[in-house]
C-alpha cells in the first residue's frame, strides 16, 4: 500500500482550501482539482494520524456512486484524468486514484441530510423532543428503528473546528429560496431512496447520509463533493442490525471509541491514534467499498 498521505503538496496548481478530508486546487477558470487525502476529522477535529488507503476508498466509492446516480441528478465529475493536470512523478503520484477533475461550481450553503433511521444526532434529539430537528415523529420508538418515511434534515456548514447546525426545511428556504430548497429535498430523496435499496442488496442499511449540491451559472443543480462515502454516510452491517442499539458501522467508530475511552476533551489538538486502531479503521473502509463496488 501507498504511504499514507496526510496534505496533498501539488506546487503546479494553485491551492484554493484544505478541508477535513479534501485539498482543492485550481485547474482553470472552469475545473477544479479535488484531492481527497487520507486525513481523519472526529469531533471536529482533524487528527494527527492518517488512515491508510482511505482517500483512495473514498475516490472509488464516489465515483461509483456518481456514475450509478446520474440518471437522478447530474453531478461535477468531468472524466478528465488528474494526473493529466499535475506535473511530475511526485504530483502524479499524489493524485493517482485519489482525486477528480470537476465543474467548477458554486456550492450551496447547506448539507443536505437525510435520514432514514433513528440514530445518533437525531435519536438524542427524538428522546428529547420526540422530534427530529423539529419533525414530529411517532412515540415508542427505539434507536436505530427505520423511520416511517426518509427525512431531509438540512444543516448549515460549519468551518473547520466548528460544529454544523440543524435548520429547519423553513430556514432552508430561507438560505436557498423556496423552489431551490425544494429543489434540494427532492433530489436529496430520491438520491437516498436508489442508494439505499441498492445498498440493501449488497447486506449493507445506509442509515444516514449528507449530500452537497452546487449550481453553475445557468442556475442547474449538480451534485458535487463526495457520494454515500463511509465518511458521509452511516453504513450498517445488514446482518447485524437489530433495532433497539446502534450497530457496528463501516466508518470511524473505531477511532471515535478510542477517542472517547482516552478522556481526550474533544478541543484540538487531538491525541495520536494507535496502529491498530488504525488498522482496524481502514479495514473497515475497505470492506464498505468491496461490499458496494465489487472492487
Given at each position: ?48 494520524d ?36 499535475v ?25 443536505a ?15 428529547k ?5 423539529g ?59 436508489q ?101
Amino acid at each position: 500500500m501507498n504511504t499514507p498521505l496526510l496534505q496533498s503538496r501539488i506546487n503546479s496548481l494553485p491551492l484554493l482550501h484544505r478541508g477535513k478530508v479534501r485539498d482543492l486546487y485550481a485547474v482553470d477558470e472552469q475545473h477544479l482539482l479535488i484531492v481527497q487525502t487520507d486525513r481523519l476529522s472526529a469531533f471536529d477535529v482533524i487528527l494527527p494520524d492518517p488512515i491508510p488507503g482511505k482517500g483512495a476508498v473514498l475516490t472509488s466509492v464516489s465515483n461509483f456512486w456518481f456514475e450509478k446516480l446520474r440518471p437522478v441528478i447530474a453531478n461535477h465529475l468531468t472524466g478528465i484524468d488528474p494526473e493529466s493536470v499535475v506535473q511530475g512523478e511526485q504530483e502524479k503520484a499524489q493524485v493517482k486514484n485519489r482525486a477528480f477533475v470537476t465543474r467548477k461550481l458554486q456550492p450551496l450553503p447547506i448539507e443536505a441530510i437525510v435520514r432514514g433511521y433513528l440514530a445518533g444526532s437525531g435519536w438524542k434529539d427524538y428522546q428529547k423532543t420526540g422530534t427530529v430537528c423539529g419533525i414530529q415523529l411517532p412515540s415508542g420508538m427505539r434507536e436505530a428503528q427505520i423511520l416511517p418515511e426518509p427525512l431531509f434534515t438540512p444543516s448549515t456548514k460549519a468551518a473547520i473546528g466548528a460544529h454544523d447546525e440543524n435548520i429547519s426545511f423553513v430556514e432552508a428556504e430561507k438560505l436557498l429560496g423556496a423552489t431551490r430548497a425544494a429543489e434540494v429535498r427532492d433530489a436529496a430523496l430520491a438520491l437516498y431512496t436508489q442508494a439505499a435499496s441498492y445498498a440493501a442488496s449488497k447486506g449493507i442499511i445506509i442509515a444516514d447520509t449528507k449530500f452537497e449540491f452546487g449550481v453553475d451559472e445557468a442556475g442547474k443543480l449538480y451534485l458535487i463533493d463526495e457520494a454515500l462515502t463511509p465518511d458521509s454516510s452511516r453504513f450498517w452491517p445488514a446482518d447485524q442490525y437489530r433495532v433497539g442499539s446502534n450497530p457496528p458501522s463501516f466508518d470511524k467508530q473505531f477511532v471515535r471509541d478510542w477517542l472517547e475511552a482516552s478522556g481526550w476533551n474533544k478541543q484540538p489538538p487531538a491525541p495520536s491514534i494507535p496502529q491498530d486502531v488504525l488498522e482496524k479503521t481502514a479495514e473497515k473502509y475497505r470492506e464498505a467499498a468491496q461490499r458496494l463496488t465489487g472492487v
